[in-house]
């Protein structure tokens, strides 16, 4: 028993090392990239081919992919998504097909690092406390959708403790009804057994299962939290089918 916990403990200490050793280089040469082309679309594709794969990868995670073929991808969307652990960014990087960024909360802008990277890459923090703030981010955000980005958001606000999907905040579908984007509605089951939600570090192999929904079209759905509600069912039904 306690030679099992050591070899955890050692084993999340280099997976420690190698995930912070592999973002630094995947992140260093996205911003020479950036740099060279001054475009977003192939550093956001070698986060999406090179680093995220390695990384579930190195945590012996297993993707499982399904229904992607029920979205349009040629198309603009908002991508809504249970949220379990800091490796869904990594599973929903590697799943969606065509570039992707992300609204993120403020507080991850002054991680060392992966903040300016974010920024970098065109990716909205959102000040949940200041609604000022939030509203004008998130105008922003549906102007970049509007323009042909596909935005992928949390919309629980934060990360569930118990894999229950917490109700959904309204503000990312007044994004896709300003963008007039379809909202697509995504399940992830198995993540936070993976990476877990402690503040300690500690991963453990498991199989991570994505399930993208058929689009919600806004143009039918016109009130903000009538989408939410939608989404969130569309989710939980979801989830309940992969788990």
């Known amino acids: 028993m306690a030679l099992s916990r050591w070899s955890w403990a050692a084993f999340n200490a280099l997976q420690l090392v190698f995930t912070l050793l592999w973002t630094a280089g995947w992140i ?6 950036l740099l060279v082309t001054r475009r977003r679309r192939l550093p956001l594709r070698m986060a999406a081919r090179c680093w995220a794969p390695g990384l579930l990868r190195g945590s012996g995670a297993r993707l499982v ?3 992607l073929d029920r979205v349009d991808w040629s198309k603009p969307h908002v991508i809504v998504a249970n949220h379990q652990s800091m490796i869904d960014i990594c599973a929903l990087f590697r799943a969606v097909p065509v570039p992707l960024q992300f609204l993120l909360k403020q507080e991850l802008s002054k991680v060392p690092f992966v903040g300016a990277y974010a920024r970098a890459m065109g990716m909205i923090f959102v000040d949940r406390g200041s609604a000022r703030e939030a ?18 958001v949390f919309p629980e ?87």
């Open 28 to 33: 260093t040469l996205a911003f020479v990239v």
């Open 157 to 243: 606000g934060t990360r569930s403790r118990d894999g229950e999907v917490l109700p959904f905040k309204s503000g990312a579908f007044q994004v896709a009804l300003d963008a007039g984007a379809d909202v697509v509605p995504v399940a992830i089951e198995g993540s936070g057994k993976v990476l877990s939600l402690g503040g300690v570090f500690r991963v453990r192999p498991g199989t991570i299962t994505l399930t993208f929904g058929t689009p919600l079209r806004s143009s039918e759905i016109a009130d903000r939290q009538a989408l939410a509600q939608q989404a969130r069912e569309r989710v939980v039904a979801m989830k309940r089918e992969a788990a």
């Open 135 to 152: 509203t004008k981010r998130m105008q922003e955000a549906a102007g970049m959708v509007r323009e042909g980005a596909t935005l992928c």
């Open 65 to 67: 992919v399904r229904g």
